[in-house]
């Protein structure tokens, strides 16, 4: 292992490749050194340079490790239980190592029961500006463009997921139609024409950049469309695009 004296806790400056790491209980800044490896877990320093789960025995004494190799941090599992990374990847023990992209990873160590404990990794890029930006206007979230019918007919199907309920699930195109033909009677709604809509809709947003799967070969009508759709709808809900008031319009 490592000496901690090797770690540049707060002082080295935040250049290209820098790692910050943080816990609940604490945080390090670590400069990249070709072969250094950086340790989280429930154990002690230094055993660990970060200690992570320090009162939950389902955390291992040493989870995970984080090593500086061809110019990237790689993150690997150590421990018993999973870890959890963004859009829901999950790493064993005996999974690959990942390279951290520059920018934010939070990692989501499984505990006991429910628990989760989150260690949050920063990679510091080449173009970044240093030091708090308080004054600094805030950026605003992407909203993603749709007409009014399309906003209508997400509304409907994703109805769930605007009530932030846990496991939402979209309307079926059947629901969708019926509740559709009654919010708006003079819309001649079938089950083939919000299919074909909202394929255009995950298309074109597809082809913008959105952040999940939304496209498939062979695209349209398979029973892969339901996890496609959930993505899209988790996407809106998720970008401010579909907002809680939005239900309005069920109320017409």
């Not at 945080?27 to 070709?34: E, L, M, T």
């Not at 030091?131 to 019918?149: F, I, S």
């Not at 892969?224 to 309005?248: A, C, K, Q, Y």
Request: charge should be neutral.
């Amino acid at each position: 292992m490592n000496s901690p004296d090797s770690l540049a806790r707060g002082t080295a400056p935040a250049r290209p490749g820098t790692l910050h790491a943080r816990s609940v209980t604490g945080g390090i800044k670590v400069a990249p050194q070709p072969g250094l490896t950086i340790l989280f877990g429930r154990g002690e320093r230094p055993e660990v340079h970060l200690p992570v789960g320090e009162d939950d025995l389902r955390v291992s004494r040493k989870h995970g490790e984080l090593t500086y190799r061809k110019r990237q941090w790689w993150l690997r599992n150590t421990g018993q239980q999973l870890v959890r990374l963004p859009h829901g990847r999950l790493m064993h023990v005996s999974s690959e190592p990942v390279p951290l992209d520059t920018g934010y990873t939070p990692v989501f160590v499984r505990g006991s029961g429910y628990r989760e404990h989150l260690v949050e990794l920063y990679v510091t890029g080449h173009d970044e500006r240093t030091g708090p930006r308080r004054r600094a206007e805030t950026l605003p979230p992407k909203v993603w463009p749709l007409d009014d019918e399309e906003r209508m007919v997400l509304v409907v199907m994703g109805q769930h997921y605007l009530l932030y309920e846990d496991g939402a699930r979209p309307l079926t195109y059947r629901q969708t139609a019926e509740q559709l033909s009654c919010l708006r009677p003079d819309g001649r709604w079938t089950e083939r024409r919000i299919e074909y809509r909202l394929v255009a809709v995950r298309r074109r947003l597809s082809d913008g950049g959105f952040p999940y799967p939304l496209v498939h070969d062979g695209d349209g009508g398979t029973p892969w469309d339901n996890n496609l759709l959930h993505n899209l709808l988790r996407g809106l809900v998720e970008s401010t695009t579909l907002v809680p008031p939005d239900l309005e319009l069920l109320d017409l």
